[in-house]
């Protein structure tokens, strides 16, 4: 396994480590075959543990915590709390059951899940900072965040670094490449890589072609042009011994920097400006979430989404970059695409623009 320092920090972790989202269990039904993949997983190199508050209810976290049990000193241990929680008071209670779920009395990564624009981030940042002064929280990273939002919540509390922005980045979806990532290059901080194999759609021929002088996969070859990037950190998920074994075996080569130049000039979609009303949101969105339909429906946020879609929608008119949403052509006569992912963004745009304004969206060609 290859090493990277955490930021600024002097900690290294792997650059192929373990994403444990909801797929680490459904219903309790694959609790065993999940506990035993991170534990395979943590064999073959991958320390690195991601989890989240919000996964499964906390249930990937108890999982995780049964996981490390007996080798708590060997692994790196992620988590996140959620947005509703980023009070003051919210993000300290949210850390004592993240403790007692993963049986552990420190987590070496607390990570702001999402930004809560109705929470002022100074709030949050004092609580992480009273955390790491307690020694229960080693590093403070965060997830989600634009340009802006790193910025504020760097300067809220000045003597408490943050290492770390966790975002989605592969091969299909390079938005982090505009700015987050030269960002994080410039003051010291890295990117954690989630949805690095883009939910398994890496078929593609260059990847075969490259992967076949290897010897390795397209998957394989996706991580490893992703941790050849400098300062990125790959968390493909955890659920499967078959899909443990793959991952890990992406860091025991290197691709030559020919390929990893020709790789990267193979995927470099630009996302497309569609009008809004050729977009059809289906009932329920990408893992069967609710979505909302029509625009007073965002507007009232029944789901209590955060941030809601006029809280983005504020974002969006200040001039703050969002990720394109992502569409599939429709096979339905009524409308030109569907939206498979980026529901609440959709309606962010849709408030902003008065459904005027064309949407930047990647075009998958399936689901």
């Not at 993000?91 to 999402?114: C, F, K, M, N, P």
């Amino acid at each position: 396994m290859i090493f990277k320092n955490l930021g600024n920090s002097s900690t290294k972790i792997a650059a192929i480590g373990q994403g444990c989202g909801g797929e680490l269990s459904v219903g309790g039904t694959r609790d065993a075959e999940g506990v035993k993949a991170v534990r395979t997983g943590i064999d073959l190199g991958m320390t690195l543990i991601d989890t989240a508050e919000a996964y499964e209810e906390g249930h990937s976290e108890e999982l995780v915590g049964k996981a490390v049990q007996g080798i708590r000193d060997k692994v790196f241990l992620a988590t996140k709390f959620s947005p509703e929680n980023n009070g003051y008071e919210g993000v300290l209670r949210s850390a004592e059951g993240s403790l007692r779920r993963l049986r552990t009395d420190y987590i070496d990564l607390y990570q702001i899940h999402w930004p809560n624009p109705i929470i002022p981030i100074g709030e949050t940042m004092r609580a992480l900072d009273k955390l790491v002064r307690d020694g229960k929280v080693r590093h403070v990273g965060v997830s989600n965040f634009s340009v802006s939002e790193m910025g504020a919540a760097r300067s809220a509390v000045p003597e408490l670094e943050v290492v770390s922005n966790q975002v989605e980045y592969n091969l299909f979806d390079r938005f982090v490449e505009r700015s987050i990532l030269p960002f994080c290059r410039s003051v010291g901080m890295s990117i954690i890589a989630y949805s690095p194999l883009d939910k398994g759609r890496v078929a593609n021929d260059i990847l075969l072609e490259v992967g076949g002088r290897y010897g390795k996969t397209p998957a394989q070859v996706v991580l490893n042009w992703l941790t050849a990037q400098p300062g990125v950190i790959a968390i493909p998920k955890a659920g499967s011994l078959g899909h443990v074994r793959d991952n890990a075996a992406a860091a025991d080569f290197a691709l030559q920097p020919e390929d990893i130049e020709r790789i990267g000039r193979a995927y470099c979609a630009q996302p497309a400006l569609l009008p809004v009303d050729e977009i059809s949101v289906s009932i329920h969105g990408e893992g069967n979430r609710k979505v909302y339909q029509t625009i007073e429906q965002a507007l009232r946020n029944e789901l209590n989404f955060a941030p809601s879609p006029s809280e983005l929608a504020a974002d969006i008119l200040r001039g703050e970059e969002i990720k394109p949403v992502r569409v599939v052509r429709s096979k339905e006569p009524t409308h030109q695409y569907d939206l498979i992912e980026g529901r609440i963004r959709y309606w962010a745009w849709v408030i902003a623009y008065r459904g005027e304004q064309p949407i930047p969206a990647l075009v998958r060609q399936s689901r």
